[in-house]
């Protein structure tokens, strides 16, 4: 009886643990080209640098088509440019403000407390711009998708031909990991689109990865100020449930 | 309950007791410093967010200004009082004795260029905006502003005169950017 | 007790006197006597309390920076994920923390179910506690569609829906509560004015919960009445140096999903704005729902699916009069205790199902897991109840039942030596 008895409760609880998961598993069918990325794990950290080569490749080759509107100017700073860099890098944007005192619209230069100006005016005017397609906003992208940076990566790294007798619709391209495979967007890289100013080799595979990380840091900024302060907080919180659980033990000591 | 509490309570050595209360008032401690810890990272929030502390500062392009007119912008939510100020103007403010004066400011330590006077458009009594910007505005007394909740006149200077108000206007931290632009902020 | 009533001079005394607090609070989380053998899922009564206060002070902080407004709620969101101070902290406690308060609820549902806590005299306990879980549903449900996400505006535009089902008035509810012709604007206010309200609500259903509870105290693992005082214990300190404990580990497992999974439990769908012209390929509800959710696809008819689902929720209220057996803890009810295992099980079943596509076998499975989720409720508790013997085991009292554990421990152990 005993022994049925533990045997049933491991079945429950080994029920209990593999349902939920294979639920929350149950992401794309195709295999993602997983990366090792420098913010994954507890101690995840971003790494300036690539986050820097990451935003020319937006700014030369993105910024064309998508949008990064939730993110500002200013918050460049994160990633490692100056005041005065910040500055002249919204400078090159302009901005429609107003009305002012004449009751109109004017542009004026962007500045660093503005949010990144997209491509477009509007988002109907990006769609006939894209014959139809609407090219998303860039800002929350490894967020939104499932799979995260590793799906961006792949699906940068997925175009091929189309395959034989497939009945491939106009203006679309063929891409592995894009869920149906038809994708309005063609290949954005290549290699040597971009050149980067640290020397680093501008290959389509390095470009792909620098601009993951990128967006991987628009999506979540917070990132690297949330991993550390949840290691303190987890290290704090497990001192004191051990030292809760010798005040309890004593407490209740007397009552043996 | 009584019974209870001795039946349980008699057992433990002093020793005993000693090291629970160590161990009791450092974890009551540690939990206390915890707790607040995250209680002000909570209140915190309702402190001024970096998009808003972002926009503190503005240009002011001076130019369109003629003498004797005034122009008032918004800075942090706040209307900026800037005044072309008339010769006559620097003079009746110039020619004050400054021990009189409820708060004791020279003119001169009040501005950086004597033709452009920059004060925050806000009465030192309660927060109310005086009036004396407009064209037909009361301009108080002293021929500056007129706080009409509670009566307080100030000057061209911006210097309270007479009224409850303790203060003068205050001065906003500006720079001239360029001979008409100002950065305010 | 009366000492400590002599001694109560100066202010407090005074006060106490004229407004009997201190009095009240001494009686209901100092002396009040608490059976002596409550195990750790005991914990989750305290716990779900905390999480409310929790959830209650992040929401009142985020309302402080959040527009409900179809045209701006996506944006203001990502302004307190971006520029508020640890607004991305604030966020993320209040989004995990309704997942975490559904896990910690229907825990302590699950605890009640085996130890028989619905029985007399708690069914009105009980009771209340349902209303809570409804009142909750209710909230998170709204709460959900704030961020103006896809996901918000299509499970909005979803459950809604439901209200259609109903013949006649079905159409002229689900307009009334869109308050237009598809969830819009006038929705996502409405929904924000609710979701702040209701959680007081849920205050005053829990404060009648635990007048209602501390009638005639807790129950306990063993089930038996409490029969003299030396089968309880004063609750202070006893029961909140182990609540404490418990909100210990508790919050390791909080923090955890706060700051390295945040979006874990999420859908990756709500970080794109809402479109009304695109739905996602693939809807599904926050995963405290997906059972209620496997009940209603399960069923073919729309009517008869959504008047399950509500059913299924609902047929809680009644199980008091279902399960009329003596005993109240499954320990004793060898019977009782294998369906209810199973009941569990299905319970989980019933929550991947509906995380998976409507189709081929997942709809089966639903089919078989809904059956059972009511044969257990309305067959099988009432069968029990009658031909379900009283087990020869069952203690006497708690005092006996603590003896006889601790007298089988040192057999044990001396056994092992």
């Not at chain 3, 009644?318 to 569990?344: G, I, N």
Request: proline share 6%; with cysteine.
């Amino acid at each position: 009886m005993k022994v049925m008895q533990s045997k049933l409760h491991n079945f429950i609880l080994l029920v209990t643990i593999l349902f939920p998961l294979s639920v929350f598993s149950a992401g794309p069918k195709t295999e993602l080209m997983e990366q090792k990325w420098p913010f994954n794990g507890i101690f995840g950290r971003f790494d300036n640098t690539a986050l820097q080569r990451g935003f020319k490749v937006y700014r030369e080759v993105c910024a064309a088509c998508h949008g990064i509107r939730h993110v500002s100017y200013r918050d460049l700073k994160d990633i490692g440019f100056s005041s005065d860099e910040i500055k002249s890098i919204a400078g090159e944007y302009e901005i429609t403000d107003g009305p002012n005192d004449e009751g109109e619209m004017f542009q004026r230069e962007a500045l660093p407390s503005d949010k990144f100006v997209g491509p477009y005016e509007n988002d109907n005017v990006a769609r006939v711009a894209n014959n139809g397609a609407y090219p998303p906003d860039l800002s929350l992208i490894v967020k939104a998708r499932a799979g995260g940076a590793d799906y961006l990566y792949s699906l940068l790294n997925g175009y091929k031909e189309f395959p034989e007798d497939y009945e491939a619709s106009d203006g679309m391209y063929y891409n592995t990991f894009y869920p149906g495979n038809q994708i309005a967007m063609p290949s954005p890289i290549e290699d040597d689109i971009v050149e980067y100013d640290d020397g680093t080799e501008a290959t389509h595979t390095q470009i792909a990865k620098d601009v993951t990380a990128f967006l991987a840091w628009t999506a979540e900024p917070e990132l690297e100020e949330r991993k550390s302060l949840g290691v303190k907080t987890i290290f704090f919180l497990i001192l004191i449930t051990i030292m809760l659980l010798g005040v309890k033990r004593k407490i209740w000591k007397d009552l043996d | 309950m009584k019974e209870l509490n001795t039946t349980t309570k008699n057992k433990p050595t002093s020793i005993d007791e000693e090291k629970r209360d160590f161990l009791f008032i450092t974890t009551t401690g540690l939990a206390i410093a915890g707790g607040g810890a995250f209680a002000w990272s909570m209140i915190d929030t309702m402190n001024p967010s970096k998009d808003v502390l972002a926009l503190s500062t503005t240009e002011v392009d001076l130019s369109p200004l003629e003498e004797g007119q005034s122009l008032t912008v918004m800075w942090r939510g706040k209307p900026i009082f800037i005044r072309h100020r008339s010769e006559s103007e620097i003079s009746s403010a110039d020619n004050v004795s400054v021990e009189d004066l409820p708060h004791k400011e020279s003119d001169e330590s009040r501005v950086k260029n004597p033709k452009w006077l920059v004060v925050v458009g806000v009465c030192s009594h309660l927060g109310c905006v005086p009036l004396g910007q407009k064209i037909g505005d009361n301009k108080g007394e002293y021929g500056g502003w007129f706080c009409p909740c509670h009566g307080s006149h100030y000057d061209t200077s911006g210097r309270i005169r007479k009224g409850p108000a303790p203060l003068n206007l205050e001065i906003p931290p500006y720079e001239f950017v360029s001979d008409d632009i100002i950065r305010i902020g | 007790m009366d000492n400590q009533e002599n001694k109560k001079v100066g202010v407090t005394g005074w006060i106490d006197k004229r407004l009997p607090v201190f009095t009240f609070i001494n009686h209901n989380l100092r002396d009040y006597p608490t059976p002596k053998n409550l195990n750790y899922f005991w914990n989750f009564g305290s716990l779900a309390g905390i999480t409310l206060v929790i959830m209650i002070v992040t929401g009142i902080l985020l309302a402080m920076q959040y527009t409900a407004n179809t045209d701006i709620a996506f944006d203001s969101v990502e302004r307190i994920m971006r520029d508020v101070n640890n607004g991305w902290l604030l966020r993320y406690i209040h989004m995990n923390g309704a997942s975490m308060f559904f896990i910690i609820v229907y825990i302590h549902m699950f605890r009640g179910l085996y130890y028989g806590s619905y029985k007399y005299p708690r069914e009105i306990l009980w009771m209340l506690g349902v209303v809570i879980l409804l009142l909750m549903m209710a909230t998170a449900f709204m709460g959900y569609v704030l961020p103006w996400g896809q996901m918000s505006f299509w499970g909005a535009t979803v459950i809604t829906n439901l209200f259609s089902a109903f013949p006649v008035i079905g159409d002229y509810i689900v307009t009334f509560l869109w308050g237009g012709f598809s969830v819009d604007n006038p929705t996502l206010s409405r929904f924000f004015v609710l979701h702040y309200l209701l959680p007081f609500a849920i205050v005053g259903v829990v404060a009648l919960h635990l007048v209602a509870l501390h009638q005639f105290g807790s129950n306990n693992p063993t089930g038996v009445d409490v029969k003299s005082s030396g089968d309880t214990i004063p609750f202070h300190p006893y029961y909140t140096v182990k609540d404490y404990f418990g909100l210990g580990v508790f919050l390791i497992v909080y923090a955890a999903l706060v700051f390295f999974a945040p979006n874990f439990l999420g859908h990756p769908d709500n970080y794109i704005p809402a479109n009304p012209l695109q739905t996602p390929a693939h809807i599904v509800p926050e995963w405290y729902f997906l059972p209620f959710y496997a009940i209603l696809r399960a069923v073919p008819d729309k009517l008869t699916g959504v008047l399950l689902m509500f059913a299924a929720v609902l047929v809680l209220f009644l199980l008091p009069w279902l399960d009329k057996h003596k005993v109240r803890s499954a320990t004793f009810r060898p019977f009782y205790k294998q369906f209810y295992w199973l009941f569990f099980i299905n319970c989980i079943v019933l929550g991947w199902v509906g995380a998976m596509p409507a189709e081929g076998v997942y709809v089966l499975i639903a089919r078989i897991a809904s059956v059972y989720y009511f044969s257990f409720f309305l067959i099988i508790m009432p069968l029990l109840s009658r031909f379900e013997k009283v087990s020869e085991l069952l203690p006497s009292s708690i005092s006996a039942a603590v003896l006889s554990k601790k007298f089988d421990k040192d057999v044990n152990e001396s056994y092992a030596k």
